[in-house]
Each structure stands twice: as structure tokens, then as C-alpha cells.
């Protein structure tokens, strides 16, 4: 069973970045998917970003235009850039791999994807 391990969290003002990193134990182009998930104290769990093995890419509203997941099949690495920063983006974040291909429209369900990582943390200050 792969092993995920995420880095990269931090605390931050409002209008930073961080570059998160995911760092799979085996190769991750066995994975058609890698996604990235998030969560905020007392709430669920959310889907932020996916990218398929193609380099397809998708993006929940709330981030989209701000953030970038990209992968490094090379290096079994898939990566986060969150610029501009908000306090609403403070959460855990988590990456996820599914080894089966998801349809367009199940990218985002966390139901999907088949392992999970400890997390990093993300802490936005106003």
C-alpha cells in the first residue's frame, strides 16, 4: 500500500503563499488520479484540486484561479502552489491517490481516491 507523505504547511499572512508537497513511497503513475483535500476545524472534509495523469487538472471554485496542483512522476511528487491567501483557506490539507480512473464529475468526491496521508497544516492570518 502506497504511503503518502504531505509537507510544506505553515503559518502565513493573508495574501502569501505555500507550495505543498506530497511525497508517494511508490510510483505515482500507477495513479490516474492525485488529489489534494482540505479540513477546517469542525467542518468535513472538501475537495481544492486533482490532476490526472494526462496533467489534467480541476479546481474547486473556491480556489480556482489561486492555487495549482501539478505532479512530478519522476519524482512520485504531486504539489499544491496556493497564492493569494486567504484566512478561509486555513484547514489541514491532504493528498489522496486513486488508482482507478474517476470520471470528470467524481474528481471531486473523496470516496474516490483510496489512501490518505497524516496532513499538512495551513494557517492564514489576517
Known amino acids: 500500500q502506497v504511503q503518502l507523505v504531505e509537507s510544506g504547511g505553515g503559518l502565513v499572512q493573508a495574501g502569501g503563499s505555500l507550495r505543498l508537497s506530497c511525497s508517494a513511497s511508490?510510483?505515482?503513475?500507477?495513479?490516474?488520479?492525485m488529489g489534494w483535500f482540505r479540513q477546517a476545524p469542525g467542518k468535513d472534509r472538501e475537495f481544492v484540486a486533482a490532476?490526472?495523469?494526462?496533467?489534467?487538472?480541476y479546481y474547486s471554485d473556491s480556489v480556482k484561479g489561486r492555487f495549482t496542483i501539478s505532479r512530478d512522476n519522476a519524482e512520485n511528487t504531486v504539489y499544491l502552489q496556493m497564492n493569494s491567501l486567504k484566512p478561509e483557506d486555513t484547514a489541514d490539507y491532504y493528498c489522496?491517490?486513486?488508482?482507478?480512473?474517476?470520471?470528470?464529475?467524481?474528481?471531486?468526491?473523496?470516496?474516490?481516491?483510496?489512501?490518505w496521508g497524516q496532513g499538512t497544516q495551513v494557517t492564514v492570518y489576517s
Open positions: 489522496a491517490p486513486s488508482v482507478n480512473r474517476v470520471i470528470t464529475s467524481a474528481v471531486g468526491d473523496q470516496r474516490m481516491y483510496t489512501t
Open positions: 511508490g510510483n505515482t503513475r500507477r495513479y490516474d488520479t
Open positions: 490532476i490526472r495523469r494526462s496533467g489534467g487538472t
